[in-house]
């Protein structure tokens, strides 16, 4: 029987107030199935283009804590002890920073193997 997931696209927006992104990550979560997983896809020609003065290393260390919180490693600090629904409502919180999630949106899944395959393909492909 299939399961509901909900799925958010991580976004790099080096502007805020110009409202310029990329899309850098895809974050999933299953509640039925216990699955809470990023998967981060960061172009760094497309990102330097948009903003030339970018740190590309330090926007890089903040998209691998997403990844790391997601899989409740204790050295992404108190939030990744959070119950699984917990980590991913706070990761997809709203804010106005360089890194930022879209609306979440909801899918059905037979299991969880390859749902950030498929969601890294159809939206952080080049």
């Not at 799925?7 to 899309?23: S, T």
């Not at 490693?73 to 917990?86: K, M, T, V, Y």
Request: with cysteine; charged share 25%.
């Amino acid at each position: 029987m299939p399961a509901s997931f909900d799925y958010a696209i991580v976004r790099v927006v080096p502007r805020v107030e110009r409202q310029e992104f990329i899309n850098a990550g895809v974050i999933a979560f299953c509640l039925e199935k216990k699955f809470l997983a990023a998967r981060i896809r960061l172009n760094d020609e497309r990102l330097k283009a948009l903003w030339p003065e970018a740190d590309v290393a330090l926007i890089r260390d903040h998209l691998a804590a997403i990844e790391r919180v997601c899989a409740g490693d204790a050295g992404a600090g108190p939030i990744a002890a959070l119950s699984e629904r917990e980590r991913f409502h706070w990761l997809v919180s709203a804010r106005s920073t360089i890194i930022q999630t879209s609306p979440v949106h909801s899918g059905l899944c037979d299991a969880t193997d390859g749902i950030l395959e498929q969601l890294e393909q159809r939206f952080l492909a080049s």
